[in-house]
């Protein structure tokens, strides 16, 4: 997937036309052009009116080839029990990743409960922590008009973008608003990155678990610690990552690896999408979420597995090559991939079991990149060092006790403490016998005579306070 420079992005004539490089802009498009279902969607039969439409239980339109099959359904009683042990360890996230990290890798690994995979995502990836230290970054950057030539290039590819998800079906709609923000604000957050295609699906993902600025400081994180320079515009890490991914296929599927060498087939030909779009656009949406729990946990060595499992069962025994005798077939076989082996239970249970670890990708990244020194020179892209999950993260960055505080649902104002009723009665007692007045002088040093203890904090409001703390709670426990 090649990098989107200003103004030279793929897409169809006027595919942008209407489209002033504002948020508002896309909001306002109007016309057949720009109607609820893009060209896109009507092209591959995704049409009729809203009222016709039912989706699944991931909001895929049902009837469109993104849709999901019969699933496997976690049995309700499990999913409560699995809700409640992740709520008690995001409202104790630093002591679990502290002490209990190895429980939260086999709780991933059994698939984050989906009221709470969002909130999970930013504690894994670190972006809670991120966006606690940069209050009001996201709106600042919103707020900019942003460069024209990125602008360009975003609005060409908003409804590529899952165009089968209620998110994104509707031109102009919510969903491509809120993705031509995120995307917008990493190009004015790493001017010199810009904007990459492969990008947008991350961001869309993001986008159907957590609110816009959330999905944000996500994408930084993958961007900047997950994937560092996959994204740059020589794609120089995922070249390398390529050439990584073919050695480690030698050792864990030698018949895979003989026969892509034989037909010279290149690893960035059929890895590209795949990894810098984290499988999003190629597993069944089931397997997608299961591969990305993983991933936030554990880092970019599940994105390897996943790789070296498909091309393992795709190409690894001679009755699976005896339909692949050229390049051409090979290619078309990578392309369309058994739904066997892309299935949810199969494929995270041979992830799981894959004996490649991050010692072994640092091994072999140090040999491929000594080999990339010698054939092209210096990397131009000077990324930061990839960190291998959320352990990792929090150990590079310890969060602050504050950026992790679970926010409570209700606030009381600061007032005085509750007085208990024996001594309530004592005083009422003591000022019947000497015959002052509960506010009489003594009562004059907090404020004016007989004001109520809500009232001496005018600064406060307990509703205006109540209101936003609910408000931030929905946004992290039930945001779907």
């Known amino acids: 997937m090649a990098k989107s420079r200003g103004g030279g992005g793929p897409g169809s004539p006027g595919s942008a036309r209407g489209l002033a490089g504002t948020?508002?802009?896309?909001?306002?498009?109007?016309?057949d052009e720009l109607s609820s279902l893009g060209s896109d969607?009507?092209?591959n039969g995704g049409g009729g009116g809203p009222e016709e439409r039912r989706v699944d239980k991931f909001g895929f339109i049902v009837g469109s080839r993104s849709a999901e099959g019969p699933l496997e359904e976690v049995p309700l009683e499990v999913l409560r029990q699995r809700e409640s042990k992740w709520l008690d360890m995001l409202n104790n996230?630093?002591?679990?990743?502290?002490?209990?990290?190895?429980?939260?890798?086999?709780?991933?690994?059994?698939?984050?409960p989906p009221s709470l995979r969002g909130r999970a995502w930013q504690y894994l990836s670190g972006s809670k922590v991120k966006l606690e230290q940069n209050v009001g970054k996201f709106d600042e950057?919103?707020?900019?008009?942003?460069?024209?030539k990125w602008l360009d290039v975003i609005e060409r590819d908003l409804h590529r973008q899952f165009p089968f998800h209620e998110m994104f079906v509707s031109r102009g709609g919510h969903g491509q608003q809120d993705l031509f923000r995120v995307l917008k604000a990493y190009t004015l957050y790493r001017p010199e990155e810009g904007y990459c295609q492969a990008q947008a699906p991350i961001a869309a993902v993001l986008l159907m678990h957590m609110p816009a600025e959330q999905a944000f400081w996500c994408l930084v994180q993958i961007c900047e610690k997950y994937l560092p320079g996959y994204y740059s515009e020589k794609l120089e890490a995922i070249q390398l990552d390529g050439q990584i991914l073919f050695s480690l296929l030698h050792k864990v599927s030698p018949v895979a690896y003989k026969h892509l060498s034989k037909q010279k087939?290149?690893?960035i030909l059929y890895m590209t999408e795949?990894?810098?779009?984290?499988?999003?656009?190629t597993l069944p949406w089931s397997s997608v979420l299961r591969v990305w729990d993983m991933f936030f946990c554990e880092g970019v060595k599940i994105i390897f597995r996943v790789g070296l499992v498909l091309l393992k069962h795709t190409l690894g025994s001679s009755d699976k090559l005896k339909s692949c005798q050229g390049q051409y077939e090979t290619m078309e076989r990578l392309r369309a991939l058994s739904p066997k082996i892309m299935q949810e239970t199969f494929l995270v249970q041979e992830v799981i079991e894959l004996p490649v670890t991050e010692r072994q990708i640092e091994r072999e990244h140090l040999i491929q990149l000594k080999k990339w020194r010698e054939t092209?020179?210096?990397?131009q892209c000077k990324s930061p060092p990839r960190l291998h999950g959320a352990k990792a993260i929090s150990e590079a960055e310890p969060p602050t006790r504050k950026a992790l505080e679970p926010v409570p649902s209700i606030i009381v104002p600061p007032g005085p403490a509750p007085v208990p009723k024996a001594r309530k009665s004592k005083e009422k007692n003591r000022e019947k016998s000497s015959g002052s007045p509960a506010n009489g002088p003594g009562a004059e040093g907090n404020g004016a005579p007989g004001a109520a203890p809500e009232l001496l904090h005018p600064q406060v409001s307990?509703?205006?306070?109540?209101?936003?703390?609910?408000?931030?709670?929905?946004s992290e426990d039930t945001y779907l």
């Not at 205006?464 to 709670?473: D, F, I, T």
């Open 23 to 31: 948020r508002e802009s896309l909001a306002e498009a109007g016309g």
């Open 265 to 267: 087939i290149d690893p």
């Open 462 to 474: 307990p509703h205006h306070q109540s209101k936003e703390s609910l408000c931030s709670r929905e």
């Open 93 to 112: 996230w630093d002591k679990w990743m502290a002490k209990k990290h190895k429980k939260i890798r086999l709780r991933c690994q059994k698939g984050i």
């Open 41 to 43: 969607s009507e092209v």
């Open 376 to 379: 092209h020179g210096e990397l």
């Open 274 to 281: 795949w990894f810098m779009c984290a499988f999003s656009r």
């Open 141 to 148: 950057l919103d707020l900019l008009p942003g460069e024209p």
